[in-house]
Structure formats: C-alpha cells, structure tokens
C-alpha cells in the first residue's frame, strides 16, 4: 500500500506500509462512544517516533511527545458527523506505516455539562491540600467549589446533589471547621449531625427526589493499611446505621430495619419515584477486624412515606450478594428506575480499594443482576452516578496505575447496555495525568454550574455554630 | 538561626522546574512570594548554604532599606540602622511556622520602594500600580509599602501617592477575601498570611514588618536633622545589641518549642550521612527518638548488633518509638524503612507527602522505592518523574529510573531486591501494636534481609527477654548459611544457659546449645572473668560495659 498524505506546513507523508494492530494511546479512545457536546479528546500515542494522526480526511500532525491536538471549531465539526475514523501514521525504520483506524463514535445524547469531584490525595489519612471542584465537560474549565486552604487545611468530603441539580448539595467538613453543610437554592447552613442517639455524625448522604429529605448513613469507621495485599488499604466499619434527614424540620429519623445492633446498614439511596429507601446491609461479625473480610453486604430495600417521614414495616432483599460470596457497595438507581447500578467486591464495604470492585446492574423490573459488559477492567471500577437523563454513568477507576482514581463515562442504552467507558478529557491528557497527585473521588454529574460562592461556603464553616439535628 | 531548622524547611517543599507548577504557584495571592522561597529553599539541603543564602538575603533586605533612605552614597551612618530590621526577620524566621516567604515577601516589597523611588513624574499612579502588583505578588506584606512610602514622603509633606497605596492595598485585601483568595481578614493583610494554616500567628512576627517604616523615619530623621555621622552610625550600632539580644532570645524560645534535634537528625537522614547522624546522636543516646536515629544509622551501616550497646541504651524503644499519629511523623518512616517494613515505611511516608505544605522530598523518594519495590511502576514514575524536575534530585530520579518496568534490575538491586522479597510477608494490617509482630512474617519471607534480622534480634536482646532470643536464634541464625551470631547475643546465651541451668520454671540448656549454635569459646571465658568482676564491685565491672551483661543487669528499662 502506497498513499501521499499531505501535512500542514507542507509536509508530506508517504505511507507504504500498514500495522494489523491498533496503536496504543493514552487515553484509550480507541472506539469509545463520546456525548456530541464533550470537550476535544485530545491523546498521545505511547508509541516512540513521528507519528501523524488522519481523521476524517484531516490530517494532523503531533506535537512533543505524540500528542494530538484537536482544535476546538474541527472537532465540533466532527461531533455534528456523528463519527471521526482516525488513522495513525508512524515513522518507523525509516518509513512511514499506518495503524489499524480507529472511530469515535458520538452520542447524540448530551452529557450533563458539568460534573463535579473532590480532588485527594489516595493516601491514608495525611492531606495538605484537598478540595470539592466542578469541570466544564464541554471545556477544559475547572474550578474549586471549595479547597481547604481556606477553612483551616481539614477535610471534606461526600458532596451530593439532588438528581444533579446544582443549586441543592450536601457535603460535610471535618475537624476545626467540621460540620455538615446544606446548599438549598443559594442559601448555605451549617449543621451538627451527632446526636446522642447515633454513633456518629451523618457520613454518606443521598437526597430524597423531592429535596426535603437526605438520607445518611451513621458509621464507625476504621482504616488500616495492608502489608501484603492486592488491596493496600482496608477501610471498614465497627458499626453502621441508616438513618432518614429531614430537611425542614432539621430531625432524623430511622426505622428498626434501618438501624441495628446485629447489623451494618450502610450506603442508603432513594428511589426516583421517592417512595423507597435501598440500603446495604451486613451481618455484624464477631470480631473485627479479624473478621473483615467476612463482612458482605446484600442489598436491600423499605419502603418510605415522603408525606410524613415513616418507613414500611418489612425489609425486602433486592440482591443476596453474600449468598453468592460477594458484598454490594454505593447503590445508585437510573432516573428512570429501571437499573440499580452497584458496586461488587468480594466482601466489605469500601470497594475503592478493592481490586475486584467492578460495576453491575439489577434490572429492577425483575431483580435479575448482571456484570456492565465492557465498563469494567482488571482493576477498581467503583463509585458513580447516572446523569440526570440517566443516559450517561461516572465511575471512578483506578484501571490505569493501580492507586490514582479517575473518572471515566460510559453512554448506557434504555436495555442498560454501556459503552467502552472514555477517561474525562484534559488538555495534553497524558502530561497531566502523570503530574496529578490526587485522586478524581466522588465523581457526580450537575445539569449546571455550581453558583454557590466560596466565600460564603468559607463564612459559614468558619463563623457558624450551626444547627444541631435532633431526633424525632 | 539555626542552620539545621533552616535545612529542615527544604524537607517540607519541592521545587520544581515545571511550567504548571510555576503556574499554578504565581496564580494564588502573594504567589511570587512563594515561589521565589521555594526557589531559595531547595538549595537548603546544605545547611552551611541555608545559612549564607538566608543571610546574603537578609543583607540584601538591608542593602534595599539603605538605598531606599540614602541621599547620596557617602550616607554610610545610616547603614547599622538599615541592618536593624534585618536582624528582627532573621530572628522571626528562626521559627519553622513562620514560611521562607515572610521574606522574600519583604524582598518584593523593597524591590518595589526602589522603583517607586525611581518614579519621578505621576508618583500617585506609579504608587498605586506597584501597591497592585505588589499584592498579588506578595501578598499581605503589601501593608507594608504605603507605609513605607509614607514614612520617607513624611519630610517632604507629600501624602497623596501614600494614601493611593494605602487604598489599593485595602482594596485589594477586600477583593483577595471576597473573591476566596485568602481565607480570612488576617491572611488578607497581616503577616498571618506567612505563618501555618490556621495557627495562630505570635506577636513578635509584627516586628519585621514594623521595624522597616520606622527604620525608614528614623533615617529620614536623621537626614532631616542633619546628625554628625559619627554619631548615627554609634546609635545605630547600639540599636543592634537589643536587637541581636531579642534574637538570641527568640532563638533559644524556640529551640524549646520547636523539635531542633529532630532537624538535625532529619539532615544526616536525608543526606545518607550516617557517620555524621551517630556523632549527632552521641550528646544522648538514652532518648528514645535519639536513639532511634542513632540506631537506624548503626542498621544502615550494618552495624547494629555490632555496636549496638557501644553506646547508652535504654529499651526496646530505642529501636522503634512508634506514635499514634503517623500523618507526618517522617522519622517512623525513615525508621520503618530501615527495619525492612516497607509496607509500613509507606503507610507513614505517604500520609507525610500529603501532609506538608508541596511534597516532603525523602518521603517522596521512599514511596518511589516502594512502589518500585511493589512492582507498581506507573505510580513510582509519577513520583520520579516529579523528583527529575528538581535539581537537587534530579540524578537519583535518573537512577531509579532505570528500574522502571524492569523486574530484573529491582530483584538484583540490594536495596530494592530485599525490599520486594520483605513484601512477600504474609498479609497483616499495620497496627504497630508490637513492632516485632510485623518483623516476624518479613524474617519468614526473607530470613536474608541483615538489617531486618539485627532489628529483631536487637529488639529482643533490648527487651532482656532472654527466652525469646533463644528461640529467635533458633528460628533465624541455626541454618548453615545463617550469619554469625553477633556477640552480644552470644554474650545473653551463655548467660541465659547459666540462669536457665539455676532457675526453676526455665527449661535448662548447657554451653553445649550455645557452641552449636554460634557462640564462641572466649565468650563463655569472658564470661567467668564477668561472673568474677560482679562479685568483685563496681570498679572492676567497668571494663564489661558494652557487653550485654552489663546491659543486662546495671541497666534499668
């Protein structure tokens, strides 16, 4: 084979050969499926040497260390042609072969424009700098929702949105300033979540559709570090509770089902249609954390009263994973209230140090539960959510060097059926990803930007006493 | 000032040659500032340098005052008093809290008098555009500059670019809070913007700042007064002495505050220089942490049973003194990694490389080693990557490099190769409940490892569990390629087979056990001139000091 690409600068590159193989390239886009509305994906190829990029009769030439670039105006071009062939050219031995192509292939379905994740070092316990920040997807913006540089250097974690709307959020800060901060349409309030009653102060949340209420778990928890494992850390829980936030009247409140002694119930999530209360729940173990790695958590269901905060007297088992030798972790339903998506590891509860942790689905139309076919890799796939049309899932893997986590997107069809998951674009992907020493953690879509202003998220750690929850 | 406090702070940031770092740094408030001290900081690594380099530009700092309040060159009276505030920054940075870009926030701002000297025409906007760029550069020590033009425009009774900066620099503050670019109201315009994140700052850090303006008036006093030079230059002298007495003072507060011995231990640590951290420790052995330090140096020489009681030791905690908070205890890592417990070693350097302000570079370079002792190659060419782009690490970055993706270089290499075998261990958590319970499973998947085997053993002998070491020895020195018994467990066997032979309760064993198993005869002759020696009286024991028997029994734990 023989063909003359001409090249900017009024280059020209005589093909005469070809590769039966598809060029390795950081990131992997190779036939992902991408929302028409996402940034530029620009990569590098892995490979040593010149190397030139044909896509969609373009043809582009890569800049310092194989890296493509992809002008913002042609590549909107491309997402309106529904699809871009790419073809990469290298120099090898003198002469120029080209690869296997390659398609991007594009979604019509639109991603919510913007997501937001805290940004951590995957360490143990120390940390410096941390903060909750929010990415353009249609642009390489970020910006800091809050970093703890201005309250004090402590911690904060587990923002939640209400079905991605940006204007009610939930996260908690820890130590010096700690406390839980609500964002409910502009106005900012700090509260303090223990109570006599609980073992701890409020940890994972999720909203109630309807915005009046949270569910949390309550947990104690502990970490330890492996000597000798795949898994280096292991993050388990002494004891755990569900219990249900009321955002008005700032009271809790739990059902027996939700909240005992010989069980952990951890994880809570809402159905879409608010009437449900879905939870993982383990039987405790004698001793921990001898015995962690016999905790598994099944995942189950009870029904909730959003009129008057009650819950159903029965519990419902949705999915025996200890029956099956495996634990679930962070349930989340499609807005449509189809598909659960959860977390499945071989037991515990903190799947994001765990190897094994790959994404299933429970078609809950007849509770069947299957593996996301294609979403998953050798290593961690773990937390995410469904964006707000519940077209697109952001997980967190650590599938490209073992510790650091990032978000990866996958379109999922009406039949729950996903793509090849692409990695969140960055300009120069492969440069800054090497120099990322944090972790994309809890990444979670919003249908718009985040407006709450720093200051006043600053002002009200810093200076409030807060609230305190009640029990009711 | 002392140089090994100085030394220290290059250990609690990295400087890098890098673009987005560069960046970044110069996008937050007061950004030039901090990068200009990362700069200077990571030549600090030799605490002669830190020395000279803080003090090149502490006589810069003066050399600026001076030049700012001179008249003319032959203004040479004034230079004792330009020295003044010098000295009551230098003193201020004697404290670790107290960042390096206290200074060269300093530096920026007489930089910027200097220009504003300069200025001859429209001195108003030339006042208000230097406070600008002044604060975003500096930061809060932009307070300073109207203040100092005030203080020199005094005399000539002109107020209005003074009032404009003062204004600016106002303004500015109330845009840097708002728009969240620093924290609080004091890191927007006091000198807490230089000092630990939400420590309370101490009064005396005011004094630097003072000082310049009124160093400023009084030289514009002088020349408005027109002094016989003689005698502003004895009165600026004399102004020195309380102010090298305030920083002595001040030095020796907080050589009580602040962990001094640590910074020095840290040094030889961190420069492999284990001769220099023995002498360093030889003033007190008898403390846990020093002995720690002195201990490891001895391991990594590979002379720790050898020498181990050479020096005063009080307990197994002279080993391994392990605390609860094991975020930014970079000694535990240090410590850990010399034991062999890598894993442990990580736990603790990793916690600490996201604990200190930037990157903790020895903790940096433990986790590369580690990661390329796990065989995660990806992660330990983050942490390598990182290293090449600062200067000073740059060649041992290289060096690692060369083990990336390649299993056989890290097996065959001495350092890392023993530390992938030690990971073989069988899985526990690292609880630090007992340090010898993790050192067990690391012997049994690597019986080889010399340093880890002396920790073991010395951590028993240290402990007198006599019963222990017995069946230490019989677990790690009986095979026949099993190092030689280093005396002084040769010295506790033939002293436990004369106790065990005495006492009831203990399963006796005769010199028989101990010959088979490494002791040598003189040992067990020595012995019977010690037995001789404790009957005889102190004066006569004094030549077994250094053999465990006298550990054994003179030494309480």
């Known amino acids: ?472 | 000032m002392n140089p090994f406090a100085l030394a220290y702070r290059e250990q609690q940031q990295l400087f890098l040659f890098d673009k987005t770092y560069i960046a970044g740094t110069l996008l937050k408030v007061g950004g030039l500032a901090t990068l200009l001290a990362r700069f200077f900081v990571q030549f600090f690594w030799n605490p002669a340098v830190a020395m000279t380099l803080t003090l090149l530009l502490l006589a810069l700092s003066a050399f600026m005052t001076w030049v700012y309040v001179k008249q003319s060159w032959k203004d040479w009276a004034l230079i004792p008093l330009c020295v003044f505030p010098s000295v009551i920054i230098g003193a201020s940075l004697s404290d670790n809290s107290l960042h390096f870009d206290y200074l060269t926030a300093i530096l920026l701002v007489q930089a910027c008098l200097l220009v504003y000297k300069a200025i001859k025409t429209r001195k108003v906007f030339g006042a208000l555009a230097l406070t600008v760029i002044l604060y975003f550069t500096a930061g809060s020590a932009a307070v300073i500059f109207p203040v100092c033009i005030f203080a020199r425009d005094l005399w000539k009774k002109e107020f209005s670019p003074s009032l404009a900066s003062l204004v600016a620099v106002a303004a500015c503050g109330v845009i840097a809070y708002l728009s969240s670019g620093v924290p609080t109201w004091s890191e927007a315009f006091t000198p807490a913007a230089y000092y630990d994140i939400d420590a309370e700052l101490p009064l005396v850090h005011w004094a630097g700042w003072i000082s310049i303006p009124v160093v400023i008036m009084a030289c514009r006093l002088v020349n408005a007064t027109h002094l016989v030079k003689w005698a502003t230059f004895a009165a600026g002298v004399l102004l020195l002495i309380p102010a090298f007495i305030h920083a002595g003072k001040y030095e020796k507060k907080i050589d009580k505050e602040q962990p001094r011995l640590a910074y020095i231990f840290e040094h030889y640590t961190c420069n492999e220089d284990w001769d220099g951290l023995i002498k360093a420790c030889r003033k007190a052995p008898w403390l846990p942490r020093t002995a720690n330090y002195l201990n490891m140096a001895l391991a990594w020489k590979g002379e720790l049973a050898e020498n181990l009681l050479k020096y005063d030791q009080r307990g197994a905690d002279g080993l391994v003194m392990t605390t609860s908070d094991r975020a930014v205890d970079v000694a535990q890592a240090h410590i850990m990694f010399a034991m062999g417990n890598v894993a442990a070693a990580q736990d603790v350097a990793f916690n600490t490389v996201s604990s200190l302000n930037g990157f903790c570079p020895a903790m940096l370079k433990i986790n590369a080693q580690v990661e390329l002792m796990r065989g995660c190659y990806e992660v330990a060419d983050k942490y390598i990557s990182l290293l090449e782009k600062a200067p000073h690490y740059r060649a041992w970055a290289k060096e690692q490099r060369g083990f990336l993706y390649n299993d056989q270089a890290v097996e065959s290499d001495p350092l890392l190769g023993n530390g992938r075998r030690n990971l073989q261990a069988e899985n526990h958590f690292i609880m630090y409940t007992n340090p010898m319970t993790e050192l067990f499973p690391i012997l049994d998947a690597n019986p080889t490892d010399k340093r880890t085997l002396e920790y073991g053993l010395c951590y028993l002998l240290l402990t007198k569990d006599l019963n222990s070491v017995k069946h230490f020895i019989e677990d790690y020195y009986s095979a026949p390629d099993s190092p030689e018994l280093p005396r002084i467990a040769q010295e506790a066997m033939v002293f436990y087979s004369e106790y065990s032979r005495n006492m009831e309760g203990v399963v006796p064993f005769g010199f028989d056990w101990c010959y088979e198993h490494g002791v040598q005869p003189d040992v067990v002759k020595r012995f019977e001139e010690y037995k001789k020696a404790a009957v005889a009286g102190a004066t006569a024991l004094r030549k077994f000091r250094g053999t465990y028997w006298y550990y054994l029994v003179h030494t309480e734990i």
């Not at chain 1, 390659?102 to 120390?126: A, E, H, K, T």
């Not at chain 1, 410096?128 to 911690?155: F, K, V, W």
């Not at chain 1, 419902?316 to 998506?341: H, T």
């Open chain 1, 1 to 472: 084979m023989t063909a003359l690409l001409a090249i900017s600068c009024g280059g020209r590159v005589n093909v005469s050969g070809t590769v039966d193989s598809l060029p390795e390239i950081f990131p992997d886009y190779r036939d992902v499926t991408v929302p028409e509305n996402i940034a530029p994906l620009d990569f590098s190829y892995s490979g040593t040497g010149k190397c030139v990029l044909t896509a969609n009769g373009k043809t582009i030439r890569s800049r310092k260390g194989g890296l493509f670039v992809f002008k913002k105006s042609l590549w909107r071009k491309w997402m309106k042609e529904g699809s871009v062939q790419m073809t990469l050219i290298v120099k090898q031995n003198g002469s120029w072969v080209s690869y296997k192509p390659f398609n991007i292939n594009v979604s019509r379905d639109r991603i919510d424009p913007w997501f937001s994740y805290r940004l951590i070092p995957p360490g143990y316990q120390g940390w410096q700098e941390m903060g909750i920040y929010q990415r353009n997807l249609e642009n390489y913006t970020q910006e800091a929702i809050l970093s703890n540089d201005l309250t004090g250097g402590n911690c904060m974690n587990c923002h939640t949105f209400r079905a991605g709307d940006p204007s009610k959020m939930v996260f908690h800060a820890r130590a010096t300033f700690g406390g839980t901060v609500v964002v409910n349409n502009g106005e900012v309030e700090k509260l303090n979540t223990k109570t006599d009653s609980t073992i701890s102060a409020l940890v994972y949340p999720y909203w109630h559709p309807s915005g009046d209420y949270v569910a949390f778990s309550v947990n104690k928890t502990f970490q330890s570090f492996h000597n000798h494992d795949e898994n280096r850390i292991e993050v388990y829980d002494l004891a755990s509770d569900v219990v249900v936030y009321n955002v008005k009247t700032h009271q809790i409140a739990w059902s027996p089902l939700t909240k005992s002694e010989d069980y952990f119930e951890t994880f809570p999530t809402f159905s879409p249609d608010g009437k449900w209360l879905y939870f993982c729940s383990a039987k405790a173990v004698p001793e921990m954390p001898k015995d962690y790695k016999e905790v598994r958590y099944g995942l189950y269901r009870v029904a909730f009263n959003p009129e008057d905060m009650t819950f159903g007297d029965d519990l419902e088992l949705v999915y025996d994973a200890p029956a099956e030798g495996y634990s679930v972790s962070f349930p989340r339903i499609s807005p449509d209230g189809r598909f659960l998506c959860f977390t499945r590891h071989g037991y515990g509860n903190f799947s994001i140090w765990h190897k094994d942790s790959d994404l299933w689905l429970v078609d809950l139309t007849d509770l069947s539960v299957r593996p996301m076919a294609g979403v998953n890799s050798e290593d961690v796939d773990s937390f995410h959510t469904w964006s707000a049309d519940g077209k697109w899932l952001v997980f967190s893997s650590r599938r490209d060097d073992g510790l650091y986590t990032k978000p990866y997107f996958t379109h999922v069809d009406p039949d729950g059926n996903a793509t090849k998951p692409f990695l969140l674009p960055q300009k120069n992907p492969k440069e800054y990803y090497k120099k990322l020493m944090k972790s994309y953690n809890l990444p979670a879509f919003t249908t718009g930007k985040v407006t709450v202003g720093k200051r006043k998220l600053v002002n009200v750690l810093r200076n409030s006493s807060g609230t305190d929850v009640t029990v009711r």
